[in-house]
């Protein structure tokens, strides 16, 4: 009988690979930090973070997954690593809707990793005003929602900005109701974010028909107003149960178990093809018959997907609208571009918001 311990061996394999893997990360950091000196010796100090080449990075690494690990989560680990060498180039700056603890703030670390510099602010147009200011290299704003549609608010700022969309991120959102009370019959209040309201009101309904609700501007504030009352709860993720020690009296309480909402990060800096890109436009339609097909008809002739269509008010004149459409492939992409020629020529006014890698995890 053999008097190794098979567990000891097991453990011992593991620490030898943790070693492994450690001196491969800080070799890649090691390649990283030369990365920052080979271009600020070609005059580029102030953009190394490439959205392209990321989405290119973590595409291969779930190509290539053969588990027992799931794409998502292999995918997750090497956007911690890669975030972390890029902070040995230069930290980013991300803006966001906050306090820490939205839904926003989850978006923002899904995509950059946990090595940026966090600047919360209190609304979607301080996002947009503190990048257009230089005083954050992106910002990550809510642009769609799975059950509530388009977010209005965010496309008529992408109508007035000058900055372009340069990535994506898609969050399942999973509403909580966070309580020091012990029994939903001692909730008096709920705090929330208008959106999350509407995204639980059938649940609300049911088991808290008699409870005031009360619109928040974030998840996160509704948490904080919430805490130090027994007789309050509020709709939030599990972040900010985890960040402000608020604990859990009702999971998953969404009205859509599928409720997923999509981001935008916006900044100054265009974003190369990946190979796997998505264009989103902004396109002032002539108020005369036949104008929306005259727009449709580019993509349709050259096999180009869209993903998503909305019009609002152009705020021109009265009944003229303004589309903002999401289609398949790179502003650079010779039919995209095609299309775009022949769109502008059918319209009042075409703008490109941005051309950037679809969201990969």
Same mark, same amino acid.
């Given at each position: 009988?053999?008097?190794?311990?098979?567990?000891?061996?097991?453990?011992?394999? =593991?620490?030898?690979?943790?070693?492994?893997?450690?001196?491969?990360?800080? %070799?890649?950091?090691?390649?990283?930090?030369?990365?920052?000196?080979?271009?600020?010796?070609?005059?580029?100090?102030?953009?190394?973070?490439?959205? %392209?080449? %990321?989405?290119? +990075?973590?595409?291969?690494?779930?190509?290539?997954?053969?588990?027992?690990?799931?794409?998502?989560?292999?995918?997750? =680990?090497?956007?911690?690593?890669?975030?972390?060498?890029?902070?040995?180039?230069?930290?980013?700056? +991300?803006?966001?809707?906050?306090?820490?603890?939205?839904?926003? #703030?989850?978006?923002?670390?899904? #995509?950059?990793?946990? /090595?940026?510099?966090?600047?919360?602010?209190?609304?979607?147009? %301080?996002?947009?005003?503190?990048?257009?200011?230089?005083?954050?290299?992106?910002?990550?704003?809510?642009?769609?929602?799975?059950?509530?549609?388009? =977010?209005? #608010?965010?496309?008529?700022?992408?109508?007035? @900005?000058?900055?372009?969309?340069?990535?994506?991120?898609?969050?399942?959102?999973?509403?909580?109701?966070?309580?020091?009370?012990?029994?939903?019959?001692?909730?008096?209040?709920?705090?929330?974010?208008?959106?999350?309201?509407?995204?639980?009101?059938?649940?609300?309904?049911?088991?808290?028909? *008699?409870?005031?609700?009360?619109?928040?501007?974030?998840?996160?504030?509704?948490?904080?107003?919430?805490?130090?009352?027994?007789?309050?709860? @509020?709709?939030?993720?599990? /972040?900010?149960?985890?960040?402000?020690?608020?604990?859990?009296?009702?999971?998953? =309480?969404?009205?859509?178990?599928?409720?997923?909402?999509?981001?935008?990060?916006?900044?100054?800096?265009?974003?190369?093809?990946?190979?796997?890109?998505?264009?989103?436009?902004?396109?002032?339609?002539?108020?005369?018959?036949?104008?929306?097909?005259?727009?449709?008809?580019?993509?349709?002739?050259?096999?180009?997907?869209?993903?998503?269509?909305?019009?609002?008010?152009?705020?021109?004149?009265?009944?003229?609208? +303004?589309?903002?459409? *999401?289609?398949?492939? #790179?502003?650079?992409?010779?039919?995209? /571009?095609?299309?775009?020629?022949?769109?502008?020529?059918?319209?009042?006014?075409?703008?490109?918001?941005?051309?950037?890698?679809?969201?990969?995890?």
């Amino acid at each position: 009988m053999s008097d190794k311990d098979p567990l000891a061996e097991v453990r011992q394999r =593991i620490d030898k690979i943790d070693t492994t893997i450690q001196q491969l990360v800080s %070799e890649r950091a090691e390649c990283a930090a030369k990365v920052a000196e080979i271009k600020q010796q070609q005059g580029d100090s102030g953009h190394f973070y490439r959205p %392209e080449r %990321e989405a290119q +990075v973590l595409q291969a690494v779930k190509d290539r997954n053969t588990g027992p690990l799931d794409d998502d989560a292999i995918a997750g =680990i090497f956007r911690e690593i890669m975030a972390a060498c890029l902070a040995l180039e230069k930290p980013l700056k +991300v803006a966001f809707l906050g306090p820490e603890g939205t839904y926003t #703030h989850s978006a923002s670390l899904k #995509h950059f990793g946990r /090595q940026f510099e966090k600047e919360a602010v209190d609304s979607i147009e %301080e996002v947009f005003r503190i990048v257009e200011a230089d005083g954050a290299d992106f910002g990550v704003v809510p642009v769609e929602n799975s059950t509530e549609g388009m =977010i209005n #608010h965010t496309l008529d700022l992408l109508m007035s @900005s000058s900055l372009t969309i340069s990535g994506e991120v898609e969050l399942r959102i999973r509403h909580n109701l966070l309580s020091h009370a012990t029994e939903l019959a001692n909730i008096k209040r709920v705090y929330s974010h208008q959106q999350s309201f509407a995204q639980c009101r059938l649940w609300l309904d049911k088991y808290l028909p *008699d409870a005031q609700r009360i619109a928040t501007n974030s998840n996160a504030e509704a948490v904080q107003l919430a805490h130090e009352n027994k007789q309050a709860a @509020s709709i939030a993720g599990i /972040q900010a149960s985890e960040l402000y020690d608020v604990p859990v009296l009702k999971s998953d =309480i969404e009205d859509e178990p599928d409720n997923t909402t999509r981001f935008v990060v916006i900044g100054k800096h265009q974003s190369p093809p990946s190979g796997n890109d998505r264009t989103s436009l902004l396109v002032f339609a002539h108020n005369r018959p036949g104008s929306l097909f005259s727009l449709l008809e580019p993509l349709a002739k050259r096999n180009i997907s869209m993903s998503n269509i909305e019009s609002r008010p152009s705020r021109k004149g009265v009944w003229e609208y +303004v589309f903002f459409i *999401d289609i398949d492939g #790179h502003r650079d992409d010779e039919n995209v /571009q095609a299309a775009i020629e022949e769109i502008e020529k059918a319209s009042a006014m075409v703008t490109v918001l941005g051309s950037y890698p679809k969201a990969v995890i």
